[in-house]
C-alpha cells in the first residue's frame, strides 16, 4: 500500500507525462485523416490502419478515403478516452513501480 506521499507523487508523474489533449485534438484536426493523432497517443496499429486506408483512398479515388473520413469524426469523440487510458496505464506502472 502507497502512502500519501507516494500517491502525490504518482499524480504530479501523471500530471508531467500523459498525453496532452490540446496536442491531440490539434493533431487530430489538422492530420487526424492520415492518422497522426492516434501515433501521439500510442494507438500506432490503429494508426497505420487509418494511415493505409487514407492512401488507398488518396490513390484510388476511392470508397476508403470516406471510410477514414467518418473514422476521423469519430475519433473527435474517443481521444478523451484514449487520453484517460494512457493515463490508467501510467498510473498503473508507476504504482507497480514504487511498490517494490
Do not use: C
Not at 89 to 98: D, K, N, S
Amino acid at each position: 500500500m502507497l502512502d500519501t506521499q507516494q500517491q502525490i507523487l504518482i499524480e504530479q508523474r501523471i500530471t508531467n507525462e500523459a498525453k496532452s489533449p490540446g496536442a491531440a485534438y490539434l493533431l487530430w484536426f489538422f492530420l487526424g485523416t492520415f492518422g497522426v493523432h492516434r501515433f501521439y497517443l500510442g494507438h500506432l496499429k490503429t494508426g497505420l490502419a487509418l494511415l493505409a486506408l487514407m492512401l488507398l483512398g488518396v490513390v484510388t479515388m476511392g470508397v476508403s478515403s470516406l471510410m477514414a473520413l467518418l473514422w476521423w469524426v469519430v475519433d473527435a469523440f474517443l481521444i478523451p478516452g484514449m487520453i484517460a487510458g494512457d493515463k490508467n496505464r501510467l498510473r498503473a506502472r508507476l504504482t507497480a513501480e514504487m511498490s517494490r
